[in-house]
């Protein structure tokens, strides 16, 4: 019986695998990638996590690879440790179905560096994948030799600019031989990442895979205030009334996310934490706690968390809204999947009514829910009152800005301040309009 992956020619082993991990049909964007690649173009693929890109990239160019030749052949990146180990993993059991040994090296922070040298120096892995720092402290040495490599990937790359790992992927980039192509992935391609598209990759085929459904129908989507409450108090009660199986919490800041720790421990909670700024030693053994699910509570950063996949978070709590707003869907996205049953909970105060009208018109719906006598219960739409004197309330014509310089209106009028939101609004017709008329 013919496999839906048959279609792309790849060779029986990548069956095999593909099989042993439940692979029933190519998802969107390993329809519109595996074939390009197999093509020899260079790829700008924008998807959202959990589309299957790392297959999407892995699946053909494991099929370019010649086992024989004991050179470098691939080179991926990734901007953090945890996101380079499960890119690995995934690697390393489409390697394990060859019939000839196909070998792929990890290089990270925070593991032995000599003895990787003197791996290097007996031979040449023929798929490397690693975080950029590290890398380049290896190729620059001379250890590995990336100038055989025919494909360099780089994955997550507006994560890779945000955490400022695109100088290395750059001079990693200028190692490869001219004829090389590059494959680049990521959630957003954001401005500042155009130099570096512009200056590596010829003529590439964009393919953007939208996220339809952008949060799993799994998952119920909570919004409750924290108006007159204390935010910390209200996290420990959520996170102590459903006994979650396993509970995320995001905050913006390191800083934040210590203070939120640091509480809830003193309320006698077992917390595990997250951020840019503890060590790689540490990071990593608490990493492997969290994998053996010794903590029931997580605390992190949006940068931190974005590589963690933990199997079973019954629970995300945003004790902020995220400042980029393309981080809710990340968070979101931590929880409810393979077709589990999850909850997310966005707390939100006053200041931050823009951003949620921001988020639900990128279509996402939320449940206004409070707590009451130690339960979570459904709570009022926080527009009724817009509702109620029969306003028509569009939220697809809603203007945040507008919106906001009204609130300042009513409450300080200073000199100017209608005519400036009069000229907004005359902005924005005029920007409407030139879309209308290039369409």
């Not at 003197?118 to 620059?140: A, M, N, W």
């Not at 959520?238 to 006994?243: R, V």
């Not at 939100?348 to 921001?358: K, S, T, V, Y």
């Amino acid at each position: 019986m013919k496999h839906p992956f048959d279609k792309f020619n790849l060779p029986d082993y990548l069956i095999e695998a593909i099989k042993e991990i439940g692979f029933d049909k190519p998802t969107e964007i390993q329809e519109k990638v595996i074939p390009v690649v197999k093509k020899g173009r260079d790829i700008i693929g924008q998807s959202q996590t959990g589309s299957g890109k790392t297959h999407a990239f892995l699946l053909p160019l494991f099929n370019q690879i010649d086992p024989k030749k004991a050179e470098v052949q691939v080179v991926i990146t990734a901007p953090s440790r945890e996101l380079a180990e499960q890119l690995a993993n995934a690697a390393t059991q489409l390697a394990s179905h060859s019939p000839e040994e196909i070998n792929v090296q990890t290089i990270i922070g925070g593991t032995d560096k000599n003895r990787l040298i003197q791996k290097l120096q007996h031979s040449q892995p023929q798929v490397v994948i690693g975080t950029p720092g590290r890398l380049l402290d290896v190729i620059e040495s001379n250890d590995l030799r990336i100038h055989t490599s025919q494909y360099m990937v780089v994955d997550e790359a507006d994560m890779t600019l945000d955490m400022g790992f695109l100088e290395d992927v750059d001079k990693i980039a200028t190692r490869l031989p001219e004829k090389g192509k590059m494959l680049v992935f990521s959630a957003t391609v954001p401005q500042k990442l155009q130099p570096f598209l512009k200056k590596y990759m010829h003529s590439p085929i964009v393919i953007e895979v939208e996220n339809k459904q952008i949060i799993a129908d799994t998952v119920e989507n909570w919004l409750i205030s924290t108006k007159g409450k204390n935010k910390i108090e209200l996290i420990h009660q959520l996170l102590t009334i459903g006994q979650p199986y396993m509970a995320l919490v995001f905050a913006n800041t390191k800083e934040y996310v210590d203070d939120i720790a640091h509480q809830l421990k003193k309320k006698g909670l077992k917390v595990a934490v997250i951020h840019g700024g503890i060590t790689s030693r540490e990071r990593r053994r608490v990493m492997r706690q969290i994998q053996n699910l010794e903590f029931q509570y997580v605390v992190a950063t949006d940068l931190a968390a974005r590589g963690i996949d933990i199997e079973g978070i019954s629970h995300v709590i945003n004790a902020e809204v995220p400042q980029d707003l393309d981080y809710f869907v990340h968070r979101v996205g931590r929880t409810g999947r393979n077709q589990l049953s999850g909850i997310a909970i966005t707390l939100f105060g006053p200041d931050d009514e823009q951003d949620i009208a921001l988020i639900e018109k990128r279509g996402i719906s939320f449940q206004p829910k409070e707590i009451k006598n130690g339960e979570v219960v459904d709570s009022y739409d926080r527009n009724r009152r817009d509702h109620r004197k029969g306003k028509n309330v569009n939220k697809t014509d809603f203007d945040p800005e507008i919106h906001g310089l009204r609130k300042k209106l009513k409450k300080n009028v200073k000199p100017g301040y209608k005519r400036k939101i009069e000229r907004k609004k005359e902005e924005k017709r005029i920007r409407a309009f030139r879309l209308k008329s290039k369409k």
